[in-house]
């Protein structure tokens, strides 16, 4: 987009608002990182004043580009430039940074604050965040070709750049060839403690072009050269691009830049004064906007309303011109999904009994031919997590028609990748792997959590009882470690039913991702009859106790259900009543009414939780007396059957246990 | 090291063995991966037969090449190297591959196999753990120089090329120029889903190229090509080096070689039985050696116990010659720790109050005198966790007699280095970083637990308490989730006597990880008093009520236990009897017997647990009746003390909800 250039002399002054902003912010807050926003002033204002496409006052515009500020510690430069823009952040916000209840968090959160496309912070996930965004609109472009034009930009730090998940993220870019993708390299060599050098080497740029991507080196402090990079790259269609921008940290700062000082601390007010001194900027107020730069923007504001009501005249046009598309944008921009969706996929699971990934799997199916949001992919073990979905292509380097991505054995990047599709909007993005290596994809489920994106992660091979594979692949503590996640809704079912209910609750839930919890092996039959709505209370009786109050309570979740029904029915040969509770979701079932979980659980009842894993989640269950069957030790590498019995998962060992505590 | 070449016909024949054990085991087992054993059986014969400098009958040789199968589910091949090497693992063992107490379980265990130097399986954690284990080579090598000339070589694939941890680690290996480190990269194009150009394409070589690596290109398959690279791998000294041997997947399986078919199943009785036909091989008996072919291996294994008992005259002279350097090399050896260390730190920390991560910085450079063998780095934040030591340089590109790694902003290859540098046998090595970081790390963690590995993960900035930061950097369930891994130690002190003993006890325990959880903030001065013995417990009463039994117990740990204190002081002069107890380390004292944990604990006590993060793993301490005080959501970005507030963390809010729990 054409933007008008202002003179040389309105730019520096531009520049040094946005420093003075972010220094300002940081000294209120006696904390934070007032080196990166001085030394990425120039070339942010540059992409912000003439080549950003948004519209501050309407941050929802689906054709607006995304801007991600994958250094998230610079945030001060991000509300600067978001107030500046005129984006409903006050200058009042700028001065509660870091301060309870403001929206200027000490690192940008997306839930929180208009025009924070992306939760950041913890290094090398708004890149990779932005890779799963610029993804999403090659996907968008491809189901709805003409409609959009955006791009995605993303300001990434030395620190981005030696993350794994960047690298990640980075090669998966190069082969998808998004060329819509660009990344602003804020090269300073400085790190948190110290000079980059001691700690990073390598030909930064060499190392992109080797992913597939358009490399330019260029002064980041020369706007000529600025524009034109970013004139290069907005013209790029074909491959991602890199924008090394050598920077200096901290630039303006006349005895603190280019050190590490200036990394994570405030100038102090002696430095402060002194970079506003070297500026010719004044000493007071503090958080002074010059008029002219505040004319600059509100031009450049007025501009992009116009370029949006323009585009929602477009988008108008293209749906007549399209009459066959409008439902599918319109399903896709609701990420509509059908009310009574866990009803039917209940009714479509399939009658057979199986492993829980297979019966998941026919689930899916049927999902993703209800919910047209729906797509996803796995870290190259499809064969087995049972996911991809029929009917519909893989995406390919250039070729975004699909619903199937090929994420590569890149977990970490995936996990990122799938919260930057929902953070794009239209898409419901899942992922799968084997449970062991959610190990590899944390960071990216807990931002996730935080931002509270509509993100379903599949993993399979659940348990001990994947077998031979052996501890390495053995899950023994993820079911419970995923349970910690605040904002996380842990799925394990036991059977098709419950299966099905998991997704449709997976796919019902907006507001923060679901982790569907499977298993490798056949699990036993279910008795038929529970209702799928109380499936979806997170816990129900599967197997009520008769004649009198149960002696016992036995409750499991996912394969371990089958094990408490046998050692149920065994109990009962041998007089004892026994009930049997299955919880395929713990914080569902917190959720509910004490009378409902009373009904469920029994009134001082003892209790026996079975899980195959680690035991801590239950003991909140059990009570004084309980007792907590589960591993507290690696497993092996064995057929299942014979770990069932080596770590005490058969009928006769649990039975001998329940009978024991029960005396 | 010189070693005979075999005829063509002799050298197709062992690679045909090691083919056809793989393959046998893979069948007798019903699961497996025999593509990658068929694919790289040449250029791992050329290695092992030719390079591999090692000693069978004593896989404890300190000069010993060490040899990592990064690609773990190939571990057939490594079985198959190591049993006709000559180690103790005979072909029972490979017939009884996944199975049941073997020593040939499905993926790698360094802890289970002679000869095995790295559990391996997890993609990307072999080749970074080959990164530490050259680094230590490379540190030991600084520290008595002449007495070593062993070498590292991983055999790597494209899973491991794609993972996030294998960039890091990369990277970091080009960074510090490790002259002494090989990838053999089985270049064939197939992953477990398929081709791999559908999720990768970009050049692995150059990327190699751009991180500082040598790069070699050949076909892995010739024994010429193979031989030359590997001759110049011997040779290389100043940097790092990739060979990418490009090779075809199950080479020789006439049906299924360059598929994914034959990547993660058996053959199947045909293709095993075509593959025997079209490779001459006898149809019986299985795991089948020809007389020629065992006996090159054991002129090898001869040679090389002639070379070690060599090198063990020219150690006895090297110490002869650096009588200076004897006792140090004596206590890297054995990595001596003083049977008394705990007491000596306790007596060393600093008398002052201030935040864990500052006490236990003061405790960590005493211990940093006290163990030779102990080295360390942080993940760039090494200003705030407090860990570089004093009087020791940074470990440097080409420079490595300092004590200090700089890993760089790369937490999941900081984990594997350090485990790689536990493995290599000389050091005892620390890492640093955040603690919500420690999801980054994860992966490494658990193999350091599953390995009974002496590493020491250094957490600081534990909790919302280190405030400004905001939720991304604010853990809430870290603590938690790394308590389940597992054959892991967690300790969380409270002032600093806990601090010394919790560095102390970490030092002492040589087979599994330490986790040492630190605040950022200052915590409260508790009672003088207790004997380091009673925190070694685990557990120890901080404040006994007086004149009663207690009505409440109080059960905190880290920063909480001052808050705990605090709200036993302010129930006392409500006429509450109130007991403190500092619970440092949960798995320690749920190892103490039963008297000891009740004379904490009290009988039939209402107990309250406060730690400002998940509550799950208090509950099994509470029992009926009582009341676990933590963070079920995530934080925010705000000062200390508000947050203290705001969640609950303040004397009157804790005393007003144990008042209304006592009734």
Redesign the interface.
């Known amino acids: 987009m054409n933007a008008t250039v202002p003179s040389p002399e309105l730019a520096q002054r531009a520049v040094n608002a946005l420093k003075f902003l972010a220094i300002d912010g940081v000294e209120a807050?006696k904390?934070?990182h007032p080196g990166l926003p001085m030394g990425a002033a120039d070339f942010s204002f540059v992409l912000w004043s003439r080549y950003l496409r948004h519209d501050p006052k309407d941050p929802s515009w689906p054709d607006r580009d995304r801007f991600v500020l994958s250094a998230?510690h610079g945030s001060m430069l991000l509300y600067s430039l978001l107030h500046l823009a005129g984006y409903d952040l006050p200058v009042e916000e700028l001065k509660r940074f870091?301060?309870?209840?403001?929206r200027t968090?000490?690192?940008p959160?997306s839930h929180l604050t208009p025009g924070v496309e992306c939760?950041?912070?913890?290094?090398?996930q708004g890149l990779a965040t932005a890779v799963g965004m610029a993804l999403a609109a090659k996907m968008a472009d491809a189901r709805f070709p003409g409609l959009f034009k955006h791009r995605v930009w993303a300001l990434v730090s030395?620190?981005d750049m030696?993350?794994?998940?960047?690298?990640?993220a980075a090669?998966a870019a190069?082969?998808l060839q998004l060329g819509n993708l660009t990344f602003l390299y804020d090269d300073n060599k400085i790190?948190?403690?110290g000079n980059l050098d001691?700690?990073?080497?390598?030909?930064?740029?060499?190392?992109f072009?080797?992913?597939?991507f358009r490399v330019l080196r260029i002064d980041g402090h020369d706007h000529r050269a600025i524009a034109d990079a970013l004139d290069a790259a907005a013209a790029e269609t074909a491959r991602p691009m890199l924008i090394c921008c050598r920077t200096h940290i901290g630039h303006g700062a006349p005895n603190k830049h280019d050190t590490h000082k200036v990394h994570g601390e405030p100038l102090g007010p002696e430095e402060a004064l002194a970079t506003r001194r070297a500026l010719g900027w004044p000493e007071a107020p503090l958080f002074h906007v010059p008029e002219d730069v505040r004319a600059l923007w509100d031009a450049r504001a007025e501009a992009l309303a116009r370029e949006h009501a323009a585009w929602r005249e477009h988008e108008a046009r293209w749906l007549a011109e399209h009459p066959d598309k409008a439902a599918l944008y319109r399903a896709m921009r609701e990420r509509a999904v059908p009310e009574d969706l866990t009803g039917l996929l209940a009714g479509a699971r399939p009658p057979t009994n199986d492993a829980t990934r297979s019966l998941a799997g026919a689930v899916l199916q049927r999902a993703a031919q209800l919910v047209p949001a729906l797509v996803g992919g796995?870290a190259?073990?499809?064969?087995?997590t049972k996911t991809p979905l029929k009917d519909s292509p893989?995406v390919?380097?250039g070729r975004f028609e699909g619903r199937n991505v090929?994420?590569?054995?890149?977990?970490?990047?995936m996990g990122a990748m799938a919260n930057g599709m929902a953070l794009y909007g239209m898409f419901i993005p899942f992922t799968a792997t084997f449970l062991?290596?959610s190990?590899?994809m944390?960071?990216a489920v807990?931002?996730a959590?935080?931002s509270e994106l509509q993100v379903v992660h599949v993993f399979t091979h659940d348990s001990i009882f994947l077998?031979?594979?052996?501890?390495?692949?053995q899950s023994?503590?993820h079911v419970?470690?995923l349970?910690?996640?605040?904002?996380v809704e842990v799925w394990r079912p036991a059977d098709g039913l419950e299966c099905a209910v998991a997704w449709g609750e997976a796919l019902r839930r907006r507001h923060g991702p679901t982790e569907l919890i499977f298993s490798r092996q056949k699990v036993a039959e279910l008795p038929a009859g529970p209702a799928a709505e109380d499936v979806a209370r997170g816990a129900y009786v599967v197997l009520r106790e008769e004649g009198g109050p149960p002696d016992v309570v036995l409750l499991g979740s996912g394969s371990e259900v089958g094990l408490c029904l046998g050692a149920a029915r065994a109990l009962h040969a041998a007089g004892r009543r026994a009930r049997v509770v299955s919880m395929p979701c713990m914080e569902r079932f917190a959720a509910q009414d004490a009378a409902y979980r009373e009904a469920v659980l029994g009134r001082g009842t003892r209790r026996v939780s079975i899980e195959a894993g680690?035991?801590?989640?239950w003991?909140?269950w059990l009570?004084?007396g309980g007792l907590a069957i589960g591993?507290?030790?690696?497993g092996?590498?064995?057929?299942a059957s014979?770990?069932a019995e080596?770590f005490g998962f058969t009928v006769p060992q649990v039975v001998a246990r329940v009978q024991a505590l029960l005396g």
């Not at 591993?631 to 690696?634: E, L, N, S, V, Y």
């Open positions: 807050a904390s934070g998230g870091r301060q309870w209840a403001s968090p000490g690192h959160e939760t950041t912070g913890p290094l090398g030395d620190g030696m993350e794994g998940i960047a690298h990640e090669s190069g082969h790190t948190l403690d001691e700690s990073m080497s390598e030909d930064v740029g060499a190392r072009e080797a992913y597939g796995d190259d073990l499809g064969g087995s893989k390919l380097p090929r994420f590569g054995i890149r977990e970490h990047a062991t290596f190990d590899y944390r960071g807990r931002l959590a935080l077998g031979e594979d052996g501890p390495t692949h023994v503590e419970a470690a349970r910690l996640i605040p904002n680690r035991t801590d989640p003991h909140r009570g004084d591993m507290d030790t690696f092996a590498s064995a057929p014979v770990l080596k």
